[in-house]
């Protein structure tokens, strides 16, 4: 019992810190996510429970390639694998999946908003959007018919799905002029030698060359990235900065985690 007050101290207490941190500087710094990884692997191996630390094995595994592609931030990543292995259950439910799931809801609903009516203020443009408003209804019809699929043969209930309209209908608003967005709030041309590592790069807007330099697969510049591209003489490059900060929803999801569990997966 004693064990489960310390594991959830010590989440708030981490998560609690990456919120601060991703606030004033946009970064969640190792000094915070290492010793939450240590900690979940020291009192999982005091218990002689290791799934936990498979599992932050796993989300780590997960998130390293949503963050090389550019989807996710690498403070961030580290932050879900700690809170894993600290973590791995709480009252019999995979704890980590509740966090990211909140976090996710919190952080579509409130960026999804804000932006939308950023955006909307400077003028949309909706041709420039014209992909991705298709795309977005596209999917909205796949997820309407599968929550009604679901609700039809009592899989999940009216409750359940009024917990996901609202979250999803902001996302897909998001998704729909998500190109948009990007070009004007986080679209920046910067000098090769204010370049950092850890940029994403504005794939989409690149030139054909800029684009064999770095492949399909990785948006997230290295060291080995900017060698490449200072043999090839670039000397600007288009990159998305100022992108919006995740820690105050992870926090956010750890908190309705822990206060209503089973909420996600209780079929209401």
């Given at each position: 019992m004693e064990l489960i007050f310390l594991r959830i101290a010590?989440?708030?207490i981490a998560t609690a810190i990456a919120t601060y941190t991703d606030i004033?500087?946009?970064?969640?710094?190792?000094?915070?996510?290492?010793?939450?990884?240590?900690?979940?692997?020291?009192?999982?191996?005091?218990?002689?429970?290791?799934?936990g630390i498979l599992l932050g094995g796993a989300i780590f595994a997960i998130g390293y390639v949503l963050y090389i592609t550019g989807k996710f931030g690498g403070g961030d990543v580290k932050l879900f694998a700690g809170i894993t292995m600290t973590m791995?259950?709480?009252?019999?439910?995979?704890?980590?999946?509740?966090v990211i799931i909140f976090s996710a809801l919190t952080a579509t609903v409130f960026y999804g908003a804000f932006y939308t009516i950023k955006y909307a203020r400077k003028g949309i443009d909706l041709e420039y959007n014209k992909d991705g408003i298709i795309n977005a209804i596209f999917a909205g019809v796949i997820i309407a018919a599968y929550f009604i699929l679901l609700n039809s043969y009592r899989i999940i209930g009216e409750g359940y799905i009024s917990i996901f309209a609202l979250p999803v209908g902001f996302a897909l608003v998001f998704m729909a002029l998500e190109k948009g967005i990007r070009k004007e709030f986080f679209l920046k041309k910067i000098k090769l030698k204010e370049m950092e590592e850890d940029e994403i790069i504005a794939y989409d807007m690149m030139q054909e060359k800029e684009r064999k330099i770095f492949g399909e697969f990785k948006k997230v510049i290295e060291k080995k990235s900017i060698e490449k591209i200072t043999k090839a003489g670039i000397k600007e490059l288009l990159v998305y900065r100022n992108l919006p900060r995740f820690g105050p929803f992870i926090f956010a999801g750890t908190i309705i985690a822990l206060l209503f569990p089973?909420?996600?997966?209780?079929?209401?």
């Open positions: 010590a989440t708030l004033k500087t946009g970064y969640i710094y190792d000094k915070i996510t290492y010793p939450l990884i240590a900690f979940g692997i020291i009192i999982n191996l005091i218990e002689g429970e290791f799934t791995p259950f709480y009252m019999q439910e995979f704890f980590a999946v509740n089973g909420l996600i997966f209780a079929g209401v």
